[in-house]
């Protein structure tokens, strides 16, 4: 089994895996889950991103109500984060394990300098031998800079960290195809595999099949394996393992090195930059991108943000760290290369 031979694993649990439907933790359910662990936890590196954190929070503070304001939903997380985090500190000290929370904002990760700041310390928890738990920061993060749900922040996790293999545990076997068969091997992430998403969601998850097929693009750009797996019974890991009911997503073969794998793995949407016919073709071609063939600039952002660059009819082509701000490309769009000295002084 692919697990076996991977050094470095990231397991996402969703919210209906970790609190039951009383908004109760699965003290159980977890203990099975570290057993699991156990057995190859010596010779690997294990990071585990929960959900939970406004669930448990909502048991906690006895509120009811799925649909929270924004505002409201981050002050219930802050209460929430920190019964999860003790919980969780309980059961795995029980189990003989070291653990380390990590609160993740989406500029730790689309910012290079702070995505190198995440890795060196999740490289350091390693070498402590503790499991670090992960969610997004839910407390400060606002609609437009969320994550949204943590399967695409475990897949950038995996990303940053360099990781063989994301197993996402959730409420379903895998994806499923029109007939309601598991689709056990998806190598290729094309129209037909987006036309089995049915976009549903559970009474605390944030997202559906689509938000695990995000997870999956990242993860396939990086060279990770992504297993998407039930995790409603316990010991997943080895019923998963042994009844080999899950999707495996493969990843590509790639000879991207850790600063590309890190670009084509942006989350960020809001800086774009449309581009012509001839430019389209070019970078398709493996060449840079000239002002001369910039069309239309959408978004602020300064020079060396990630930015997505698409074609006239919206298609995305690729993504790539911008050379000028957002005013300048402004500026010098249709221009020669020899004409931007002039422009921008």
């Keep these: ?3 076996d031979n991977s050094k470095k694993i ?6 209906s895996t970790v609190i039951d439907n009383k908004g109760n933790f699965k003290k159980k359910w977890i203990d099975s889950l570290i057993k699991d662990i156990k057995r190859f936890k010596k010779k690997k590196d294990i990071v585990i991103v929960s959900s939970g954190a406004i669930a448990i929070g909502q048991k906690h503070l006895k509120i ?3 649909k929270i304001k924004l505002e409201m939903s981050q002050a219930i997380a802050s209460i929430g984060q920190i019964h999860l985090a003790e919980e969780f500190q309980k059961i795995f000290k029980k189990n003989n394990f ?3 929370q990590i609160l993740i904002s989406p500029d730790d990760t689309e910012q290079r300098g702070r995505a190198l700041n995440v890795k060196r310390t999740f490289d350091n928890l390693f070498k402590l031998k503790a499991i670090p738990i992960v969610n997004e920061n839910d407390t400060t993060a606002t ?3 969320k994550y949204g749900d943590n399967d695409r922040l475990a ?3 995996a990303q940053i960290i360099g990781a063989d293999t994301l197993i996402i545990l959730s409420d379903v076997n895998g994806l499923y195809d029109k007939s309601k068969n598991i689709v056990k091997t998806v190598n290729r992430l094309d129209e037909k595999i987006y036309s089995l998403v049915e976009n549903s969601k559970n009474s605390y998850g944030s997202g559906g099949i689509l938000t695990k097929l ?3 693009k990242i993860c396939m750009n990086s060279g990770c394996h992504m297993f998407l797996a039930n995790g409603s019974k316990e010991y997943p890991l080895k019923r998963m393992v042994n009844e080999k009911t899950f999707t495996h997503f493969t990843p590509k073969i790639s000879s991207l090195d850790a600063r590309k794998k890190w670009i084509i793995g942006s989350l960020s949407s809001s800086a774009v930059i449309s581009v012509d016919a001839g430019a389209a073709k070019a970078l398709l071609n493996g060449k840079s ?6 069309i239309k600039v959408k978004g602020s952002f300064d020079k060396g943000e990630n930015v997505l660059i698409v074609d006239q009819n919206e298609k995305q082509l690729a993504r790539g760290l911008a050379s000028f701000n957002s005013e300048e490309i402004d500026k010098i769009k249709g221009k020669q290369s020899k004409e931007i000295e002039k422009i921008l002084g």
Excluded at 10 to 15: A, N, R
Excluded at 289 to 294: E, K, P, T, V, Y
């Design 1 to 3: 089994m692919l697990l």
């Design 155 to 157: 897949a950038r996790v």
């Design 214 to 216: 995000d997870a999956a």
């Design 289 to 294: 991108l000239l002002a001369a063939g910039i």
């Design 10 to 15: 990231v397991i996402k649990l969703g919210s």
């Design 64 to 66: 009811k109500k799925k």
């Design 143 to 145: 609609s437009e800079i």
């Design 98 to 100: 070291k653990v380390g």
